[in-house]
């Protein structure tokens, strides 16, 4: 993988797509391709579930990418989900951003709606995020605070869903998340806490423009206009080390520097480095210079990460920030994913909670209401998410993004499709 990095979308799904939007390269990972175009033609799911993880280990990237550690972390991580998810579909907590979470680690792990061992729990976290969308398009029955949270991590994943479903009911939902997002972006391109048209900080916005590219991978006509705001509104959150990102772009290209989660450099964290890095690549940003700077930021943060050897469920990064350096990572490619998802990968296995109640839950066969699992059989094989998210919807999300991570090598998701757009850079340029 060149340096220019991955798009992450197959040519099936833009098959799908208006007539404005754009091609692939032919060029793409051939088994990863074919898994997913099995499930959104319709065709039997069986070669994806059925997969044993020796397999699944056989068919990612040069047979080094999963380990048997790692997928039996990720299997633990699955039946957690499984074990404390709620008959309505729903962990214990009514924000729909992290409902969304635990049915995208499903799904990134190859379970789809109805079919496969875990089909259902993905159905029924997809039918509460539905049923509880507002008549506006607002998924957020949460406080107004975390309307634009959850309604970016949510629309995300419907558009995911629906990318490998065509799902009609999920898509009626993601067009109209669509249309508010689109309604809700501020003068200078970003989004707001609340869903109102006004800008924020680079979390909210890169949560957006995450699923308008969503939608892109599931066949969805996207204004062009919209996401050219975004692009560069991430772009305003650059940050040089030298203070000043108004000196000539020749200089600004010789130093150090990364996104920030404010515009004039405040608050620069490894998460909001990864996911500058992450929006500018999912809009075929491939060789804006910034991203090498931000990169620079984050490969280092997890040279220095120490490993957690103590089964407490406490990741190399909280969930978040490790949600996106994975990402990033991933997007880039090349010889930094391949020097650094090693390590991520071992500090998730080895950290992950595991022996409490071993083998209980086994016995108890195809549990799916957390009611009938017992405490000790519910701490087996999650991870805590950290930083601000704590009791259950904590571990709902910190195993969430440590079953993603693990599950990034199937490339199940129309995201994780390899292959680049060719005229996305043209496309969408964004001001520079």
Request: hydrophobic letters at 40%; charged letters at 20%; proline letters at 4%.
């Amino acid at each position: 993988m060149s340096a220019a990095g991955r798009s992450g979308a197959g040519s099936f799904l833009f098959a799908r797509m208006d007539a404005r939007m754009l091609p692939l390269n032919a060029a793409r990972r051939r088994s990863r391709g074919l898994l997913v175009a099995g499930i959104v033609l319709g065709l039997s799911a069986a070669p994806v579930m059925g997969l044993t993880s020796r397999g699944r280990a056989a068919a990612a990237d040069d047979d080094w990418e999963i380990t048997p550690e790692s997928q039996a972390a990720l299997d633990r991580g699955l039946a957690w989900l499984a074990a404390n998810q709620t008959a309505a579909g729903n962990w214990e907590t009514n924000d729909l951003g992290l409902v969304a979470t635990g049915a995208l680690a499903f799904l990134a792990a190859g379970h789809t709606p109805g079919s496969g061992r875990y089909g259902d729990n993905v159905q029924r976290a997809l039918d509460y995020i539905v049923t509880n969308a507002k008549p506006s398009g607002l998924l957020n029955i949460a406080a107004p605070q975390r309307d634009m949270y959850n309604h970016g991590l949510a629309t995300f994943v419907l558009g995911q869903a629906y990318g490998m479903t065509a799902d009609p009911r999920v898509g009626r939902t993601l067009d109209r998340a669509l249309k508010l997002i689109a309604r809700t972006q501020g003068p200078g391109g970003g989004w707001n806490y609340q869903a109102l048209p006004q800008d924020g900080d680079l979390s909210l916005c890169v949560m957006q423009a995450k699923a308008l590219r969503s939608a892109v991978d599931s066949g969805l006509d996207i204004s062009p206009a919209v996401i050219e705001k975004a692009i560069a509104r991430v772009r305003l959150h650059y940050f040089p080390k030298n203070g000043n990102p108004n000196a000539p772009e020749a200089e600004l290209r010789t130093i150090g520097g990364q996104f920030t989660y404010n515009t004039g450099g405040g608050n620069a964290t490894v998460a909001m480095a990864s996911a500058g890095v992450v929006c500018m690549q999912e809009f075929g940003q491939y060789e804006d210079w910034r991203i090498a700077k931000s990169m620079d930021v984050v490969t280092k943060a997890i040279e220095a990460a120490k490993p957690q050897a103590t089964r407490n469920g406490t990741m190399p990064f909280d969930a978040y920030t490790l949600n996106y350096v994975g990402q990033s990572l991933y997007q880039v490619g090349g010889q930094g994913w391949r020097d650094h998802y090693p390590k991520l990968r071992d500090c998730l296995v080895a950290s992950q909670v595991i022996g409490k109640g071993q083998g209980k839950q086994r016995a108890k066969g195809k549990d799916k209401d957390r009611s009938q699992v017992s405490d000790e059989d519910s701490d087996e094989g999650h991870w805590l998410a950290g930083a601000h998210v704590d009791g259950k919807p904590g571990m709902l999300y910190g195993t969430s993004v440590g079953v993603f991570i693990l599950a990034i090598p199937n490339r199940y998701l129309p995201i994780l499709q390899e292959g680049r757009i060719d005229d996305l850079q043209q496309r969408f340029t964004g001001a520079r």
